[in-house]
C-alpha cells in the first residue's frame, strides 16, 4: 500500500471512529444531549419565553450559539472524543473488582450477611436509589473538590471559563478533569453495587428508561440541558431546596466569587445544604445581568491551546514553586 494510503487510513480512522462515538450520543440515554432529552428542553425553553413574552429570536441568537467560546466548545467537545477514541482519556475497567473488593471489606467488617429476602421489586427500587444516591453525592464531592483544592481548579477553570452557556458546554473539560470524573463513577459504581451485593447477593438490576437509571432519566427530562443555556428556569425556593435547578446552576456559572462558590450539586440540592453552600434562584434580582465566565479580564483560555495547556503549567507551577522556596530556603 502506498505510503499517502497509509497516512490517510491513519488519521481518517480515528476521525471515523470519533464521529460514530458523537453520534452514539444521540441516542443513549444516559448522555445529556441525548436526543429525546434535548427535545423536551427545546420544548421547555420555548414555554418560558413564550410565557415571559421574550423574543425568540433570542433564543437561537447567534450571540450566544456561535460566540467564540461556544465555538470553543463544539471543538473541545469533539477533541476530547478524539483523546478518548486515541485512548489518551483512558476507560477505567475496574469497577467489578472494586464492588467484589467493597463487599469484602464490608463482610471483614460486620461479618459474613445472609442475604436479604426482600421481593424482587424492592431490591430493584433499592439498588437503583443507592446507585443514584451514591452517584450523585460523588459528583458534588469531587465537583466541591475541584473548586477548593488550587491544584484541581487550574484544571476545573476551564469549564468555568465559559463565556456563554449552551448544552455542549457540560463537555467543555480538560482531559484531566475528564478522567478524574471517570474514576469517580467507576468508584461510586463499585460502592454502590459492593453494598448492595453484600446485603441483597451478586443478582442485582435497576429500574432503567432506555438503559439509564429512571432517577437520572427523571433528572434530564426536567430540562436538565437548560443548565447550561441563556434560559432561566427557576423551580421555586420548596424545591430548589431539594432539587438543582437551571436556574441555580447558571448562577453557579457567574463570574461573581459568590455565585462561583455554590450550588456544586448536580441534581440533588441537599449536599450543597449541608455544606452551607446553597443559593437559591430567588437571590438574583436580575437573571439578565448575570456574566457568565471568570471575569473580563480572564484570558488564559481564549484559545484552545491555552485550554489545554495553560492548567497544565499553572498546576505544575502550582506543585513546584513551594519545592524551589523551600530549597532557597536552606541554601
Not at 450566544?64 to 470553543?72: C, E, K, M, T
Amino acid at each position: 500500500m502506498p505510503f499517502i494510503f497509509i497516512m490517510l487510513d491513519a488519521l481518517l480512522t480515528p476521525l471515523l471512529a470519533t464521529g460514530e462515538l458523537i453520534a452514539t450520543y444521540l441516542v443513549d440515554a444516559n448522555q445529556r444531549i441525548y436526543w429525546l432529552y434535548s427535545a423536551i428542553a427545546m420544548a421547555m425553553a420555548l414555554l418560558v419565553f413564550h410565557v415571559k413574552k421574550l423574543s425568540y429570536k433570542a433564543l437561537f441568537s447567534p450571540a450566544v450559539w456561535w460566540h467564540p467560546s461556544a465555538r470553543h466548545d463544539y471543538v473541545i467537545f469533539f477533541i476530547n472524543r478524539l483523546l478518548k477514541t486515541l485512548g489518551v482519556i483512558p476507560v477505567l475497567l475496574v469497577m467489578a473488582p472494586l464492588a467484589i473488593g467493597f463487599s469484602g471489606w464490608l463482610e471483614g467488617i460486620f461479618g459474613t450477611q445472609t442475604f436479604l429476602d426482600f421481593p424482587s421489586w424492592v431490591i430493584i427500587g433499592i439498588f437503583t436509589l443507592v446507585l443514584f444516591v451514591i452517584d450523585d453525592f460523588t459528583r458534588f464531592l469531587l465537583h466541591y473538590l475541584l473548586h477548593k483544592i488550587p491544584f484541581l481548579w487550574e484544571f476545573h477553570k476551564v469549564h468555568h471559563s465559559a463565556k456563554v452557556l449552551t448544552p455542549i458546554t457540560i463537555y467543555r473539560s480538560h482531559p484531566v478533569e475528564s478522567i478524574l470524573y471517570g474514576a469517580r463513577m467507576i468508584l461510586s459504581q463499585g460502592i454502590a453495587v459492593g453494598i448492595c451485593y453484600y446485603f441483597f447477593g451478586p443478582t442485582l438490576s435497576m429500574f432503567d428508561v432506555f438503559g439509564a437509571n429512571v432517577f437520572v432519566f427523571a433528572f434530564n427530562i426536567m430540562g436538565s440541558n437548560l443548565r447550561h443555556s441563556h434560559v432561566w428556569l427557576s423551580w421555586g425556593e420548596r424545591l430548589e431546596s431539594i432539587f438543582i435547578s437551571p436556574a441555580q446552576h447558571q448562577i453557579h456559572h457567574s463570574d461573581k466569587r459568590i455565585h462561583i462558590d455554590c450550588n456544586f450539586g448536580s441534581a440533588l440540592a441537599i449536599w450543597d445544604k449541608l455544606f452551607g453552600c446553597l443559593i437559591l434562584a430567588n437571590t438574583v434580582t436580575s437573571p439578565k445581568d448575570i456574566a457568565f465566565g471568570l471575569g473580563k479580564s480572564f484570558k488564559e483560555h481564549d484559545s484552545l491551546l491555552g485550554v489545554y495547556l495553560k492548567p497544565c503549567i499553572n498546576a505544575i507551577k502550582l506543585l513546584i514553586t513551594p519545592l524551589l522556596k523551600l530549597i532557597k530556603s536552606n541554601i
